[in-house]
T-cell receptor
Framework: DAGVIQSPRHEVTEMGQEVTLRCKPISGHDYLFWYRQTMMRGLELLIYFNNNVPIDDSGMPEDRFSAKMPNASFSTLKIQPSEPRDSAVYFC?????????????FGPGTRLTVT | AQKVTQAQTEISVVEKEDVTLDCVYETRDTTYYLFWYKQPPSGELVFLIRRNSFDEQNEISGRYSWNFQKSTSSFNFTITASQVVDSAVYFCALSHRDKIIFGKGTRLHILP
């Protein structure tokens, strides 16, 4: 089975530009999570979905960040406008259930650099 | 508040030595799960193990073993006869409601 798929793997953009990160979860997984990883802050949960519905977006840093899940096999994380401090690795993960019961499987990540 | 502490920021050992990665957690939940993930230099996060708070049996998988002690709120990870391929950042994590809370990670260097 294919794991979680993320694209692009690397993104370099200029400050002020819109950035869209994409994720395809493992088929059959009902939960999808977006994380950001930086050296300073470690792994931070940004938002998660259950059955395509956003459940908790309290980790989304600002209004510049938005996420959607139009169907069970696709999600996007958008940053508009991007800023240098958004530079990080963004991971998407999926699971059969929530953290109480099921492990999350991570995609390879998107390394975002905003100059 | 829920918290995961990995006090060892970085460890270096010579190949074939045994190494233990410490993990201490805090939670007020009566039921919870603990996890370990590995992040090799390539960057992906690889799930290693999930442990239920009701199951304090130690677990062994090849050269990997995990020691869960509820009395000390610890979930330590031991690699026996370490190999260079074990070099990675290892994260301990704790479930809380619908989320997983990650520790800051321990960077492990296995020297040839």
């Amino acid at each position: 089975d294919a794991g979680v798929i993320q694209s692009p793997r690397h993104e370099v953009t200029e400050m002020g530009q819109e950035v869209t990160l994409r994720c395809k979860p493992i088929s059959g997984h009902d939960y999808l999570f977006w994380y950001r990883q930086t050296m300073m802050r470690g792994l931070e949960l940004l938002i998660y979905f259950n059955n395509n519905v956003p459940i908790d977006d309290s980790g989304m840093p600002e209004d510049r960040f938005s996420a959607k899940m139009p169907n069970a096999s696709f999600s996007t994380l958008k940053i508009q406008p991007s800023e240098p401090r958004d530079s990080a690795v963004y991971f998407c993960a999926s699971s059969l259930g929530t953290g109480k019961n099921y492990e999350q499987y991570f995609g390879p990540g998107t390394r975002l650099t905003v100059t | 508040a829920q918290k995961v502490t990995q006090a060892q920021t970085e460890i270096s050992v010579v190949e074939k030595e045994d190494v233990t990665l410490d993990c201490v957690y805090e939670t007020r939940d009566t039921t919870y799960y603990l996890f370990w993930y590995k992040q090799p230099p390539s960057g992906e996060l690889v799930f290693l193990i999930r442990r239920n708070s009701f199951d304090e049996q130690n677990e062994i998988s090849g050269r990997y073993s995990w020691n869960f002690q509820k009395s000390t709120s610890s979930f330590n990870f031991t690699i026996t006869a370490s190999q260079v391929v074990d070099s990675a950042v290892y994260f301990c994590a704790l479930s809380h409601r619908d989320k997983i809370i990650f520790g800051k990670g321990t960077r492990l260097h296995i020297l040839p």
